[in-house]
């Protein structure tokens, strides 16, 4: 009997989806058009973006004046951002009253200071011990010398003289680099069972975290020479680094205790029951875990550090943002766009900075997140 | 046999100096004297300072006449006032930055962080665009901003731009008309307060029908019908009237209205645009807390859209977003000191600026405004941790 059925043999070839589900139409309909509502809501986007990006285009690219141009282009009536001006005075902004003669030993600092650093931010480079010892402890001494000099035959240049973007970098680098220890103590004591101890780190934590940074820099440019004794000067730069590092370690103490918390009580006991000692339990099981965990935590608080380092120029520092500030009444090159082209070349050095900290610090939560969640 | 005694009987024998007990206490007594002594030496140091500069210390300064002008006061300012009226005029400048920083913050915060959830792609990119770059920008590089490069450069006064309102804009200031209530406005203010309390206890009753009955009273067409009838009644009954009086242009200035100088302008719009981003990202990560499933099993309990958002949606995103809300409002609050930098005469400005510069008394300035943003954090984190404590999963 042969078979009059047809079986199939071979499964039939997917067919394409209905044009109306693929394709750039669908998802401008899906994204876009979806409801009469989204409709509103996209015609009134595409509004604003027409509203707003021609003139801010214009601005700064437009009729821009470029780095090459002269003084009387930004003065045109109809003249965008002055680059001119930005490169014309960009030594002050990024190195201050430096003197001109010796801006390679900030540049040996910051190449010195990126080329450690990239690497220690990197996951998969190996030599961290080290790497990180040599950024942690050494590249700030060598830094020092190199910048204020005074020895080995370099010129002495007073931290006065210092300024730009070289200060900012120095307060943030400065402020994370010590705050770092100091936060993690601060959070041990905090976790401490001795109640005294607790004590003190609980209300040094709070009251630091309770006042405004600016309140910090004042009481540190004003109080710090009446606390210290009689004949002992303290460099202008020297109190805003330690209101600094103050204010940041008890902020950093509060991202460590998040990481101290978040482990396991089996860590805890598993040391114990080790019979490790105190400082052993903390420095080879429980530390190494808990900041390991934290190093998000602690770039979004460098992130927040390095925004606040501005707040140094009302104390009289000339960090990036000041010396931008003391650019717009340079009449050489006043201009009607002068201030807003300082503050957009600021906005976007520092947006440079914040943005790719936040990346990575993003990627380093997904990285560290593997296998933790179930 | 011999019996073995292998009871313990007390801790292990240690050495005295291995005692955990011992070694606890002593490292709390050292802590102790190595914080007290630190502190007698800076205070003897701080002493010794000042003798040398001939300063005196105390809080006798605070009933001095400050003898300086502050551009905006809530209160009338003269230049006789005291020092602990500067004071005031301080907090209460700060006091008013904060709360209309929060009120616009958390407005455009929460319009953005909803934005950036939604499905539409224009608009949920131009929210993440907005967060990204304000959130990476130094505040006071943004009061710089607003102040120095926008509202410093607008037209002289001659040349106002006009806003809608009898609203104008200019290098001095915003300046918006000045309501004039009369004095039978007390009874809307108690026409007021009556139309608050009949929506709470209608409110009430609403819910008590609604768990015995079932029959559900439209709670808010109602207490929007409260309101316009109740306020009406007083508004219409009593008389009373709210006169305007619009900022008009004369020969060199505005006279009439309210006058909100520049530096008030830019300080607020600058720490609300900022602290919005902030906000946004904390609404975007409360609503996606609220995992999908919980908007599936309120469907299949057969719950309508808006109950299901108001019964089971909000209040579980609410406990992701409140506390980190109050924190930023905190921040707000901190962040308006920035206002010193601009020139606005908030707290730091007028004390620890002003004041502390002519007094010398800068111990006792620096304690006073530590002092209040002590207070204000105490307050919210009290407030933090009722809440906490209020809305905490109840486990087994």
Request: with cysteine; glycine share 8%.
């Amino acid at each position: 009997m042969s078979s009059s059925s047809f079986v199939r043999q071979e499964i039939a070839p997917a067919e394409a989806p209905p044009s109306s589900n693929a394709g750039a139409g669908a998802w401008v309909r899906k994204n876009l058009f979806a409801t009469p509502q989204d409709t509103i809501l996209t015609l009134l986007g595409i509004a604003f973006l027409l509203w707003a990006v021609p003139p801010v285009f214009n601005f700064v690219v437009g009729h821009a004046v470029g780095p090459g141009g002269t003084v009387d282009e930004c003065r045109a009536q109809d003249a965008g951002a002055c680059w001119a001006y930005i490169s014309a005075r960009i030594s002050f902004f990024i190195y201050g009253f430096y003197p001109i003669d010796q801006f390679w030993r900030p540049n040996i600092v910051m190449l010195g200071g990126a080329a450690l650093l990239i690497p220690l931010m990197a996951p998969k480079l190996p030599f961290k011990r080290l790497n990180a010892l040599l950024f942690f402890i050494v590249f700030p001494v060598v830094s020092y010398i190199l910048l204020a000099g005074g020895a080995f035959g370099l010129e002495s240049v007073p931290t006065e003289r210092w300024g730009g973007l070289l200060v900012t970098l120095i307060i943030s680098l400065v402020g994370i680099i010590c705050s770092i220890p100091l936060g993690i103590l601060l959070a041990l004591g905090r976790q401490s069972k001795l109640p005294i101890i607790k004590t003190f780190c609980v209300a040094f934590i709070e009251l630091w975290r309770a006042v405004p940074l600016i309140t910090v820099l004042f009481m540190a440019s004003i109080m710090l020479p009446l606390f210290v004794p009689q004949g002992v000067t303290v460099d202008k730069l020297l109190r805003a680094l330690v209101a600094v590092t103050l204010f940041e370690a008890a902020y950093l103490a509060e991202v460590v205790r998040g990481g101290l918390q978040a482990l396991p009580r089996g860590q805890y006991e598993a040391g114990d029951s080790l019979g490790l000692k105190y400082w052993q339990r903390m420095g080879l099981i429980i530390l190494p875990q808990a900041l390991k965990h934290v190093i998000p935590g602690i770039v979004n608080s460098f992130i927040a550090l390095f925004k606040d380092t501005t707040l140094v120029s009302i104390v009289g520092i000339f960090d990036l943002l000041n010396t931008i500030q003391a650019g717009t009444s340079d009449i050489n090159w006043s201009a009607p766009n002068q201030a807003i082209t300082g503050y957009v070349f600021a906005a976007a050095v520092y947006w440079v900075f914040c943005f790719s900290m936040s990346r990575y610090s993003i990627f380093m939560e997904r990285r560290l997140n593997t296998g933790h969640k179930r | 046999m011999v019996a073995i005694d292998n009871e313990r009987k007390g801790p292990p024998r240690t050495s005295f100096l291995n005692d955990p007990v011992v070694r606890g206490i002593s490292y709390q007594v050292l802590a102790t004297v190595a914080v007290v002594a630190f502190f007698v030496w800076i205070i003897q140091n701080a002493a010794v300072n000042l003798a040398a500069q001939n300063k005196t210390s105390g809080f006798d300064f605070l009933w001095n006449a400050a003898g300086f002008d502050i551009s905006f006061a809530l209160f009338a300012w003269t230049r006789t006032s005291l020092y602990w009226q500067a004071f005031l005029a301080g907090l209460t400048n700060t006091l008013l930055v904060a709360v209309f920083g929060i009120f616009f913050a958390t407005i455009l915060g929460f319009i953005i962080g909803i934005a950036r959830l939604s499905s539409n792609f224009i608009i949920s990119r131009l929210a993440t665009v907005y967060i990204e770059i304000i959130r990476n920008i130094p505040l006071l590089l943004q009061l710089f901003f607003w102040y120095f490069a926008v509202l410093k450069a607008m037209p002289a006064v001659r040349q106002s731009i006009a806003l809608p309102f009898d609203t104008f804009i200019n290098q001095r200031g915003l300046f918006v008309p000045r309501p004039l209530p009369d004095e039978q406005f007390l009874w809307v203010y108690g026409a007021l307060a009556l139309a608050i309390v009949l929506c709470a206890v209608m409110t009430r009753w609403a819910r008590l029908r609604l768990e015995q009955t079932g029959q559900r009273v439209p709670v808010f067409p109602t207490a929007v019908a409260i309101f316009v009838v109740v306020v009406g009644l007083g508004f219409l009954l009593s008389g009373a009237s709210v006169a305007f009086d619009p900022p008009v242009l004369n020969r060199f200035n505005f006279s009439g209205g309210l006058e909100l100088p520049p530096e008030l302008v830019a300080l607020v719009f600058g720490l609300s645009i900022y602290t919005a981003a902030f906000i946004a990202e904390t609404v975007r990560a409360g609503i996606q807390a609220v995992s999908h499933g919980q908007t599936e099993a309120a469907q299949s309990l057969g719950l309508a859209e808006g109950d299901r958002l108001r019964l089971v949606i909000i209040p579980q995103a609410m406990r992701v977003i409140v506390p980190p809300l109050t924190s930023q409002y905190l921040n707000l609050t901190k962040n308006s000191s920035l206002g010193a930098a601009i020139g606005f005469p908030e707290l730091v400005n007028v004390f620890a600026g002003t004041t502390l510069n002519q007094t010398g008394r800068a111990i006792e300035v620096i304690a006073m405004t530590m002092l209040v943003y002590l207070t204000f954090s105490l307050v919210t984190s009290g407030f933090m941790n009722w809440y906490n404590g209020r809305v905490k999963l109840v486990e087994r």
